[in-house]
């Protein structure tokens, strides 16, 4: 089994910025995109950035220029670091990899969420 632990959430002030952390706990199995999804109240869970285990990058447009998805895969975590916050960046942050147990066809695993919070 997976498991994916998210941390480093919390309250920020508009124009702040905040470093999401995941560790993968997965032995085992290899891993392989791993990313960030958000869900504000009211609405559904939408992919923030992705990351390839090849280093290939994926970005929602409204996150563009002020987030950065990396990974180091020595510790099995994916990081997301959040620059330049807005309030409309306020959600419950997921992270999600997908990751195979030998030849098997692979799953996506999710996180338990963390709040990311951003008013003044």
């Known amino acids: 089994q997976v498991q994916l632990v998210e941390s480093g959430g919390g309250l920020v002030q508009p124009g702040g910025s905040l470093r999401l952390s995941c560790a993968a706990s997965?032995?085992?199995?290899?891993?392989?995109?791993m990313g960030w999804y958000r869900q504000a109240p009211g609405n559904q869970r939408v992919l923030v950035a992705a990351?390839?285990?090849?280093?290939?990058?994926n970005y929602a447009d409204s996150v563009k220029g002020r987030f950065t998805i990396s990974r180091d895969d020595a510790k099995n975590t994916v990081y997301l670091q959040m620059n330049s916050l807005k309030p409309e960046d306020t959600a419950v942050y997921y992270c999600?990899?997908?990751?195979?147990?030998?030849?098997?066809?692979?799953?996506?695993?999710w996180g338990q969420g963390i709040q990311v919070t951003v008013s003044s």
């Open positions: 999600n990899a997908f990751a195979r147990l030998g030849i098997s066809s692979g799953s996506y695993y």
């Open positions: 990351v390839t285990s090849g280093g290939s990058t």
């Open positions: 997965a032995r085992g199995f290899s891993i392989y995109t």
